[in-house]
């Protein structure tokens, strides 16, 4: 059953705050003046007083008797009364006809109604379904149902009745989509789905088989891999086509990964088959992903070995060159030979008898002075050819411009894998005209296109090489795509239409003030940019801090702010006050105060059973969250064997179950007073950490930035310092492209427009694309010498930073394509697609899309207003660094945190990985609450104790601790303990107007 306190259904309850108390009931002149126009008796009076305020805060009605003590004394305190008049008196009112006919008066000016299942069943059913198209928690239709209710003016009834409603709908609408699609399904198909269930002589089935995911990309594993991607084409396409929302089909995926064959098989027919339908086509379009990302990883191995071979040549150039020399002084003196012309050809060959060795070391040496890596890419390629082309055939690559010349290179490539034993080939051989050619830049054409006796030929390898490292651009960029891929298939399918796109754009201009007509929205940048850049022109020579030193422009180091002796000994004073406590205690009482497990259900989106399901949820912390693993978690907690521990986090965690427990834990955080000195909480900062992972999966990479395998943990910290978002990804990602999706994902009561970075967040199609989402992009810039500045007007000349600017803003190019642009933007915000899915697709090797282009110039506007500030405002520099430090101490805290197992992530398959960094994120939260608690709870002993505390103080301390905690040995996890929170709106009396009026710098 669902309870109401995992809904917006309100209860009243008697530990409601001071600060609450007074705010939500605590009648005003208005609202007294309403009562005493409907009610002329004093008790009356009073009576309806706390049914009117106890309506406004819970929607519906209820008994006098019902409402607490607290609210009641209230109420009757701000009536003027000395003292709550006795309960009999209070509650007789409610059986009196007088209050009935004051209620219906009160409906009458509130404009609400009653709610009458049997009158309006209909359209709060409608709603309800409506809901369960997308949502498939019951609390979460409960929610819109009420929200509609509101909106509609009706009271809410009973909370049973919205249960109910909820739940039917929800399984209709379940019913619905899993019905249809196993109706579409053949005899043949369900046949063979029913053996996939099967366990035959093989301990693993077919089910079991459907699951499995890529290893290290070795030569061997892939060929595998190529196989099951096989099994799983032919499968999927016995399978009907999904027409069914993406956070449905998301929800049923998870809920048929989670099951095994013999769960799967228990499933009544319809459901067994849809789900088994949505899981093959997800598996599929995965391993379509998966193909590419291997054959991405396949070339950029071949230019990595090529780059070092070429780097390891540089330094024996002085050895091959003198043999080389020796060589052609050889071949001189055999030329002088003495004789007949056949017995001079004769020597001559006699000294290149090994030619081919002589050319290729040839070419390898003179590509050192032009820095040529590609003459090493022969070796390496020779065997990786055939797992390069059969990714490519498998694939099946398609492209977004039916005339691009990709298609025909991918025809070509199928003409010369049977020319294998052919290292020269000719033009009609490959299937191409000289003029076909075009495309090539240098240095590829001089290594393709060779002179022979017979003529103009090819070089087979180097053609093949030069496709592959296009077709990998192309693939990066977008321009080509996988039908029935999940992140490499057509982005244009999830862009809104005309219509739905002309309906949303008001919406979406109201919402992020951006106007929405380009001529205007042009207008309107080129005013600013020009005005900004006049500004800081006009403001140079005063600034102490900027110089131009030979035309780049040089920043002085901004001195960094030590902690004054204030909070030094505040520090020290919380830290030496706060209790030692386990670590297990820490995550029960955080768990308890945000009310975590109520987040916790069954893949299939059902209450669990579980009556330790609170304590299962802190075990499973220290399992995962803490990284000890599920054997050490038996061992250390001795209350939940490892298999109770491992089949909680496949039947009933997912990702997204974990992002709305993470969501919980942040909003009971944001009651607290203290964090608001920290920070307004509308910045965060981005940053990335190394995790050490096993070298068995995809996301496992070797970057050099980083050193060492591993992948990439993506932390989004608010500037209150707790962390909003976490993703997992690959080493070798571009960390920009995932700056925005934190932002956009973060569904808490924290919701920052300011997001910061590290150097690498400054590209021009990021900065064009958070503007269009209302998302102001501020990184930390490290070398601003090298950054160039645009013009607003070409012919525009400034007196003291003309050497900083760079050619003018394209403007008309902007105006052309701003429509598109938004476009995307708007179908980001509806949740169509994803920012990170667009910035891929926006990188520098995208050299045909003009919505790319538009994308720069757009960001080169963007770039330049934030620059031109970051130049100007010394304090806004100071806000950036503080706020990615930030970002840096988290990524420390979480390495203490995320301790067992040495801090490597021990999972292979890579939604567990997800999982994984999310349990690390969880865990994190909540022992960050749990410090702000206790140290709310020192800073009360201090203040008590004549402590004079300052807001600039209690701005400098920080939540990441863990010097208190216990986090090894013997981990006793007691449910059962005794422990509130302290008043999370306490504030210290000396703290003046409060931290909603103090800028913390």
């Not at 009458?116 to 379904?129: C, M, S």
């Not at 049923?252 to 769960?263: E, G, M, N, P, S």
């Not at 109201?510 to 020009?530: M, Q, S």
């Amino acid at each position: 059953m669902t309870t109401e306190y995992e809904t917006a259904y309100r209860r009243l309850t008697d530990d409601i705050s001071e600060r609450d108390l007074r705010r939500l009931f605590t009648p005003s002149k208005k609202d007294l003046d309403l009562i005493h126009g409907i009610a002329k008796k004093p008790y009356a009076r009073l009576g309806l007083t706390i049914h009117f305020k106890a309506f406004q805060y819970l929607g519906y009605f209820v008994l006098l008797k019902h409402v607490p003590e607290r609210i009641k004394a209230h109420i009757a305190l701000a009536l003027g009364y000395k003292r709550l008049p006795p309960a009999y008196r209070l509650e007789a009112y409610d059986g009196t006809k007088s209050k009935r006919d004051h209620l219906a008066a009160l409906r009458r000016v509130l404009r609400v109604e009653p709610f009458e299942l049997r009158a309006h069943r209909g359209w709060v059913e409608g709603v309800a379904r409506d809901a369960a198209q997308t949502k498939h928690n019951i609390p979460d239709i409960i929610n819109q149902l009420i929200d509609e209710l509101i909106r509609r003016r009706f009271e809410l009834p009973v909370f049973s009745v919205l249960e109910d409603i909820a739940r039917e709908a929800r399984t209709a609408i379940h019913d619905q989509y899993l019905s249809r699609l196993s109706e579409a399904l053949s005899p043949a198909g369900r046949a063979m789905i029913d053996g996939l269930l099967k366990r035959g002589t093989d301990p693993l089935t077919g089910w079991n088989a459907l699951k499995r995911e890529p290893k290290r990309p070795t030569n061997r594993e892939v060929r595998h891999w190529l196989q099951h991607l096989e099994n799983l084409k032919r499968l999927a396409d016995q399978m009907p086509p999904l027409e069914i929302p993406p956070s449905k089909l998301r929800f049923f995926r998870d809920w048929a990964r989670a099951y095994d064959a013999a769960q799967m098989a228990r499933l009544k027919g319809p459901t067994r088959y849809g789900l088994a339908a949505i899981f093959i086509h997800a598996q599929r379009g995965q391993a379509l992903d998966d193909v590419v990302d291997i054959y991405l990883r396949f070339v950029q191995r071949l230019e990595n070995i090529a780059v070092r071979k070429l780097q390891e040549h540089r330094l024996a150039t002085g050895s091959d060159a003198d043999t080389l020399i020796e060589r052609f002084l050889t071949t001189l003196q055999a030329d002088d030979t003495r004789g007949s012309a056949v017995r001079q050809l004769a020597a001559l060959r006699d000294t290149y008898q090994d030619k081919d060795a002589l050319i290729a070391a040839c070419q390898q040496h003179l590509s050192v002075r032009h820095k040529d890596y590609l003459p090493f890419l022969v070796e390496p390629y020779e065997g990786m050819r055939t797992l390069l082309l059969n990714c490519l055939d498998i694939a099946d690559l398609h492209c977004l411009d039916e005339a691009s010349d990709s298609r025909a290179l991918l025809g070509v490539l199928q003409r010369l894998r049977k020319l294998r034993r052919k290292r020269v080939i000719t033009h009609e051989d490959a299937g191409l005209d000289p003029k076909d050619l075009r495309w090539l830049k240098e240095p590829w054409p001089r290594h393709v296109e060779i002179d022979t006796p017979e003529g103009p030929a090819l070089d087979r390898v180097f053609l093949e090489l030069a496709i592959h490292f296009r077709l990998r651009n192309e693939l990066k960029s977008g321009e080509l795509f996988v039908p029935k891929g999940n992140r490499f298939d057509d982005y244009r399918e999830h862009l809104l239409d005309d219509e739905r796109f002309a309906k949303e754009l008001d919406a979406y201009g109201e919402t992020t003030r951006i106007e929405i007509d380009p001529v205007k929205h042009v207008a309107k940048l080129r005013r600013e940019l020009g005005a900004k850049t006049a500004q800081v022109d006009a403001r140079f020579p005063n600034n102490p801090f900027a110089e131009i030193v030979n035309n780049k422009l040089k920043l002085s180091r901004i001195r960094r702010n030590e902690l004054s002796p204030e909070v030094k000994l505040l520090e020290a004073e919380i830290t030496a006050r706060m209790a030692e406590v386990n670590v297990a205690d820490v995550l029960v009482d955080a768990c308890r105060w945000a009310n975590v497990a109520s987040e916790f259900r069954t893949v299939a989106g059902e209450k669990g059973r579980l009556k330790d399901l609170s304590l299962r949820i802190v075990v499973s912390l220290i399992c995962y969250g803490l990284n000890l693993g599920a054997s050490q978690t038996e061992r250390s907690v001795r209350l939940v064997s490892r298999k109770q521990v491992a089949w909680l986090n496949q039947q009933y965690v997912t990702e997204e179950t974990l992002d709305r427990a993470i969501v919980k834990v942040i909003n009971c955080f944001n009651q607290f007073q203290l964090p608001k000195y920290w920070g307004s909480g509308m910045s965060a900062s981005a940053d990335g950490k190394k995790w050490n992972i096993y070298e068995q999966n995809l996301i496992s990479e070797r970057h050099i930035r980083y050193g060492g395998y591993g992948g990439l943990g993506y932390y989004h910290v608010s500037d209150r310092y707790i962390a909003l978002m976490a993703h997992f990804t690959t080493c070798g990602t571009y960390e920009a492209i995932h700056i925005l999706d934190g932002l956009l994902k973060n569904a808490s009561e924290i919701q920052p427009d300011t997001v910061h970075g590290d150097t690498q967040s400054q590209s021009y199609p990021v900065f064009a694309l958070a503007y269009l989402l209302g998302i102001k992009l501020m990184p930390r810039i490290r070398d601003l010498g090298d950054c160039s500045f645009s013009r607003a007007e070409p012919k525009q000349r400034y007196t003291h930073i003309n050497a900083l600017m760079d050619a003018a803003i394209k403007w008309d190019l902007i105006e052309e394509h701003l429509p598109e642009m938004m476009r995307i933007a708007v179908s980001i915000k509806a949740g169509l697609l994803t920012s990170s899915s667009i910035l891929r697709r926006l990188g520098t090797q995208n050299r045909k899309n003009p919505i790319y282009f538009a994308f720069v110039e757009l960001g080169r506007v963007i770039r330049t207003l934030f620059l031109l500030d970051y130049v100007d405002d010394v304090e806004l520099r100071r806000t950036i660094h503080r706020a990615t430090n930030k970002s840096e101490q988290f990524n420390g805290f979480m390495r203490l945190v995320f301790f067992g197992g040495e801090g490597v992530v021990a999972e292979n398959m890579r939604h567990e990985q997800q999982k994984l960094m999310k349990w690390a994120h969880l865990a994190a939260n909540l022992i960050i609450l749990h410090s702000v608690n206790e140290m709310t709870r020192v800073l009360r002993e201090l203040e008590a104790e004549g402590y004079e505390l300052t807001e600039e103080a209690m701005a400098g301390t920080s939540p990441f601790r863990m010097g208190h905690l216990n986090r090894f040995g013997l981990m006793l996890v007691d449910s059962n303990r005794d422990s509130d929170p302290s008043q999370a709106d306490w504030q210290p009396k000396s703290s003046g107007a409060g931290p909603e009026n103090f800028t913390v710098h």
